[in-house]
């Protein structure tokens, strides 16, 4: 499209195809590994080879094999899936011309990409999750013979690598290409006149434009329980968001060796998170927390988890409430778009959900390694240790859980009412007023006839009463000027006192009631005397004595073909047919007419 700058035409295609090739090398690279590291004294730091590590299609296989069926589906289908089909309907829209793609249907796909979008950040989640769950740190009391403290430290890690990073940047330019992509499709539907009408310049906030279907516009009661209840829902988001984000929601308790050489330490083998937590444990969960990798996932954390959903809902509340003109209603409407594709508390919720399944993944997947200590375990520490495993990490739901979910539900109810209201009432303002209704075209049965009296030249004056009408066996040809304004019925002549002919149309006057198959020239020779002493009241004029008695025509056909068969005008020509039929155009005579 012209409209398109050449920037965004050739740069649009080629960012999707650079983002498909970062996914694609993120899915055929390692995400992530377990490492372990022992730190004697002071700085020396033994860290022995990765215990197990993982890609992203490893992942999913190997959590199908343990049974560990929610947690391969969502993964596969957010982060295996999601991304590539994604990416192929954003190629899709910027590319396809509108007779594949009409502009709604266009609009609605990339609304619903920019929705969905985020869904791709729950592989990021697990990451973080897994890494605060996996982190342990055991200080043993050594000492050695001099009486000096050597402390000697074992820590446990799940180390991000270049899968994991090179994912999460993909799914940033993913996210980023999505707004732009909508934002020129919305410049090609803006006329640039939608925030110049009346009501477009009017101080109104959405809230006053929440009316509903007809049937419920008429109960004023209910259409105000509806605003109040989503006013009450709105507010009632912040302060259930914050705390149910700050909230402690899960715990993670250690068993097996691990959590008895824990316990033994004096270590806390329970271990409680709420979101903010986690998002504040990362850097310190990783071995290396200033890799950009680490540094960059807690970003996302903090800012889609906590930040945005609260600013999203500032927004959404003063757009709801607030009386605004259509211009800063629209570009209100576009900051909530954008803060919602941010927003992941529904997504970190969904996460939550699969830190059950982390004890099964922890026993099978990481403590694997060790299972031919297993039946050491069992034999000489199961009364320790309750476990007859090396490592297992049990997962928990704490109450402040269900204040999350709560909150989720309120917020993403609250916020797809508010988008739904919001883009309707942008699109009323935007409309002109209502025209008045159409008058469907009905053609009276005398139209066809007032145009041909109206387009005449010629008319000839009917013989006095006391003579017998003398009418020319042949009119000479004029031509007919449809555009001309057409006469009132009411002053109009008679039908018979008027004839028209055009370009190779001849007009021949219309038997006084010939009989079938006789000539209707000799049938007027022989009846002239009749015709002189006795006129035929239809034939009379209207100046005479019995003007009263005139009885006028019967009425016309309603088309002009008809109307010219009616008054015998022979023989019509092609060309004069296409003629009239050219001509009359300016009145637009219903197709089953013509």
């Given at each position: 499209n012209s409209k398109i700058a050449l920037f965004w035409q050739l740069s649009i295609p080629l960012v999707i195809l650079c983002t498909a090739a970062l996914f694609i090398a993120s899915t055929a690279s390692f995400a992530g590994g377990a490492i372990i590291r022992w730190t004697i004294g002071t700085g020396r730091n033994v860290e022995l080879p990765n215990l197990?590590?993982?890609?992203?299609?490893?992942?999913?296989?190997?959590?199908?094999k343990l049974k560990v069926y929610s947690l391969s589906i969502l993964i596969g289908t957010f982060s295996f899936i999601w991304p590539y089909v994604k990416l192929l309907a954003m190629m899709w829209?910027?590319?396809?011309?509108?007779?594949?793609?009409?502009?709604?249907?266009?609009?609605?796909?990339?609304?619903?990409?920019?929705?969905?979008?985020?869904?791709?950040?729950?592989?990021?989640?697990?990451?973080n999750l897994l890494m605060v769950a996996f982190r342990w740190d055991v200080a043993f009391p050594v000492v050695n013979p001099f009486n000096v403290e050597a402390p000697v430290r074992m820590e446990s890690f799940i180390s991000p690598a270049f899968g994991f990073s090179a994912f999460l940047v993909a799914t940033i330019i993913s996210l980023i290409t999505t707004h732009i992509?909508?934002?020129?499709?919305?410049?090609?539907?803006?006329?640039?006149?939608?925030?110049?009408?009346?009501?477009?310049?009017?101080?109104?906030?959405?809230?006053?434009?929440?009316?509903?279907?007809?049937?419920?516009?008429?109960?004023?009661?209910?259409?105000?329980?509806?605003?109040?209840?989503?006013?009450?829902?709105?507010?009632?988001?912040?302060?259930?968001?914050?705390?149910?984000?700050?909230?402690?929601?899960?715990?993670?308790?250690?068993?097996?060796?691990?959590?008895?050489?824990?316990?033994?330490?004096?270590?806390?083998?329970?271990?409680?998170?709420?979101?903010?937590?986690?998002?504040?444990?990362?850097?310190?969960?990783?071995?290396?927390?200033?890799?950009?990798?680490?540094?960059?996932?807690?970003?996302a954390l903090y800012a889609c988890c906590y930040i945005v959903p609260i600013l999203h809902i500032i927004v959404m509340f003063v757009l709801w409430v607030l009386p605004l003109p259509r211009r800063w209603q629209a570009g209100l409407f576009t900051v909530c778009e954008i803060l919602n594709a941010w927003n992941c508390i529904d997504v970190i919720t969904a996460t939550l959900l699969l830190t059950r399944e982390v004890s099964l993944f922890s026993r099978e997947f990481i403590g694997g390694d060790c299972t031919w200590a297993?039946?050491?375990?069992?034999?000489?520490?199961?009364?320790?240790?309750?476990?007859?495993?090396?490592?297992e990490v049990i997962a928990y739901f704490e109450p402040g859980v269900w204040l999350l979910f709560g909150a989720t539900l309120m917020y993403f109810i609250s916020a797809l009412t508010v988008h739904i209201l919001t883009h309707r009432t942008l699109n009323e303002r935007a409309a002109p007023p209502p025209l008045p209704p159409k008058v469907k075209y009905s053609p009276t049965p005398s139209l066809a006839l007032d145009i041909l009296m109206a387009?005449?030249?010629?008319?000839?004056?009917?013989?006095?009463?006391?003579?017998?009408?003398a009418y020319p066996s042949?009119?000479?040809?004029?031509?007919?000027?449809?555009?001309?304004?057409?006469?009132?019925?009411?002053?109009?002549?008679?039908?018979?006192?008027?004839?028209?002919?055009?370009?190779?149309?001849?007009?021949?006057?219309?038997?006084?009631?010939?009989?079938?198959?006789?000539?209707?020239?000799?049938?007027?020779?022989?009846?002239?005397?009749?015709?002189?002493?006795?006129?035929?009241?239809?034939?009379?004029?209207?100046?005479?004595?019995?003007?009263?008695?005139?009885?006028?025509?019967?009425?016309?056909?309603?088309?002009?073909i008809s109307a010219a068969n009616s008054y015998a005008l022979q023989p019509i020509s092609p060309l004069a047919i296409s003629s009239l039929a050219s001509q009359s155009s300016v009145i637009n005579p219903p197709e089953e007419d013509i």
């Open positions: 197990f590590e993982w890609g992203l299609i490893n992942l999913i296989k190997e959590t199908w829209c910027w590319c396809i011309p509108t007779r594949y793609t009409p502009h709604i249907a266009r609009g609605r796909i990339l609304v619903c990409l920019d929705w969905l979008g985020r869904w791709s950040l729950l592989d990021t989640f697990v990451m992509i909508l934002f020129q499709h919305r410049k090609l539907e803006s006329t640039g006149k939608e925030n110049n009408t009346d009501e477009a310049k009017k101080w109104r906030s959405v809230l006053q434009y929440c009316n509903g279907p007809k049937w419920l516009s008429k109960r004023r009661w209910l259409v105000w329980t509806i605003r109040i209840v989503i006013t009450l829902a709105i507010l009632l988001s912040v302060p259930m968001t914050t705390t149910g984000v700050s909230i402690i929601s899960f715990s993670y308790q250690y068993r097996g060796l691990a959590g008895w050489v824990l316990d033994l330490c004096g270590q806390d083998t329970l271990r409680r998170f709420s979101v903010f937590s986690i998002a504040a444990d990362v850097p310190n969960a990783s071995n290396d927390p200033t890799y950009w990798g680490v540094v960059l996932s807690q970003i297993n039946q050491y375990i069992d034999q000489f520490f199961y009364d320790a240790t309750g476990s007859a495993t090396c490592f387009s005449s030249s010629t008319s000839v004056s009917p013989p006095p009463p006391s003579s017998p009408p042949i009119m000479p040809t004029t031509n007919i000027n449809l555009a001309s304004p057409l006469p009132s019925r009411k002053s109009a002549p008679p039908p018979q006192q008027q004839f028209v002919a055009s370009a190779s149309v001849f007009m021949v006057p219309p038997p006084q009631s010939s009989p079938p198959g006789t000539n209707p020239m000799a049938h007027r020779s022989s009846s002239s005397h009749h015709h002189h002493a006795h006129p035929s009241p239809s034939l009379r004029h209207p100046s005479s004595r019995s003007s009263k008695a005139y009885v006028p025509s019967p009425p016309p056909p309603r088309s002009i």
